[in-house]
T-cell receptor, first 114, second 110 residues
Framework: EAGVAQSPRYKIIEKRQSVAFWCNPI?????LYWYQQILGQGPKLLIQFQNNGVVDDSQLPKDRFSAERLKGVDSTLKIQPAKLEDSAVYLCASSLVAGTDTQYFGPGTRLTVL | GNSVTQMEGPVTLSEEAFLTINCTYT??????LFWYVQYPGEGLQLLLK?????DKGSNKGFEATYRKETTSFHLEKGSVQVSDSAVYFC?????????FGTGTRLQVFP
């Protein structure tokens, strides 16, 4: 069974530029998550989708971050414009259902903002 | 609110030593508890989990017991190997949110 796919693996941009990350969850998984992991910290949830609807985006900085999951399968997370403090690893995860089900993580995208 | 506190690292051990990484949590209701591991250059992987009080999760020689009375989920292994070197995250799943601790880096030397 294929795991969670993410691209790109690495990205370096200048501040105020825009960037987009892509995630393809495990086939059949209804719930998709985006996390931000700053160096030395645990991942922090940014947004959770159930199929193509947003369940929780309370931690998403909506003035610069946006995410969508069209057709309830793959998802894109965008940052526009980027700030220095956005430098982090962005992790995508999926689970069969929300709640007690195990989340499976992709390899992440390491973003460096200069 | 819900939170996880785990011991700071790095934890440095010789091969075959006994490992304990402490983890305590604060959560409402009846949370599920997890340990995830992040090997160098790889993504987060589920190591083990427990979904109710007194459950013991185990995998690859690692164990953790869900202790509701002490709100703890300490990770243990009887004999660590160099290949266990990684960052270990304790997590609580409560109100459908997975909350991570800050992670504990384990370094095992031959």
């Amino acid at each position: 069974e294929a795991g969670v796919a993410q691209s790109p693996r690495y990205k370096i941009i200048e501040k105020r530029q825009s960037v987009a990350f892509w995630c393809n969850p495990i086939s059949g998984h209804a719930t998709l998550y985006w996390y931000q992991q700053i160096l030395g910290q645990g991942p922090k949830l940014l947004i959770q989708f159930q199929n193509n609807g947003v369940v929780d985006d309370s931690q998403l900085p909506k003035d610069r971050f946006s995410a969508e999951r069209l057709k309830g399968v793959d998802s894109t997370l965008k940052i526009q414009p980027a700030k220095l403090e956005d430098s982090a690893v962005y992790l995508c995860a999926s689970s069969l259902v929300a709640g007690t089900d195990t989340q499976y993580f992709g390899p992440g995208t390491r973003l460096t903002v200069l | 609110g819900n939170s996880v506190t785990q011991m700071e690292g790095p934890v440095t051990l010789s091969e075959e030593a006994f490992l304990t990484i402490n983890c305590t949590y604060t959560a409402t209701g009846y949370p599920s508890l997890f340990w995830y591991v992040q090997y160098p250059g790889e993504g987060l992987q589920l190591l083990l989990k427990a979904t109710k009080a007194d459950d013991k999760g185990s995998n690859k020689g690692f164990e953790a017991t869900y202790r509701k009375e002490t709100t703890s989920f300490h990770l243990e292994k009887g004999s660590v190997q160099v290949s266990d070197s990684a960052v270990y995250f304790c997590c609580v799943l409560a109100t459908d949110k997975l909350i991570f601790g800050t992670g504990t880096r384990l370094q095992v030397f031959p």
